[in-house]
């Protein structure tokens, strides 16, 4: 196999795939997980790694899986792992920790649904924020 299609995502929606993608091979993997917002019952699924997060949902209009947030569109400190949670208040937010400082940089980006234009609005919460590990859920 090759290196860059090391991670195979292939997700179905009852019996119509809605997304078929590889990903390259990264140091320790990849996490995929769930995050379902209770005020209007969607799901949103993260897949991370120490370069790189996703948050994917499915879209009506669209009819496939698309991609809602990309750490990459993101400014960061140099050396971050991004993070996608949930705060333990429900807030959906991207988190970058940088590593191997004495005074880490830490920046954080809160998401929130906006309904009318179908897609997450965002906001720069700026740096000097605990480890995301202490306020996730």
Do not use: C
């Not at 997304?19 to 993997?29: I, L, M, N, R, S």
């Not at 996703?54 to 669209?62: D, I, P």
């Not at 809160?110 to 605990?130: E, H």
């Amino acid at each position: 196999m090759k290196d860059d299609k090391r991670l195979h995502l292939i997700a179905w929606l009852d019996d119509k795939k809605i997304t078929d993608e590889y990903y390259p091979q990264v140091d320790f993997g990849y996490t995929f997980r769930a995050i379902k917002d209770t005020s209007n019952g969607e799901i949103y699924y993260v897949l991370q790694s120490i370069d790189r997060a996703y948050l994917y949902g499915y879209s009506q209009a669209a009819q496939k899986l698309v991609t809602y947030v990309d750490s990459l569109n993101y400014a960061h400190a140099p050396n971050s792992y991004p993070y996608i949670v949930a705060l333990k208040n429900g807030t959906l937010v991207l988190a970058f920790e940088q590593t191997g400082k004495k005074s880490p940089i830490r920046s954080r980006y809160q998401f929130r649904w906006d309904a009318s234009k179908n897609w997450f609005a965002y906001y720069d919460l700026g740096t000097g924020w605990p480890s995301i590990s202490t306020d996730k859920q």
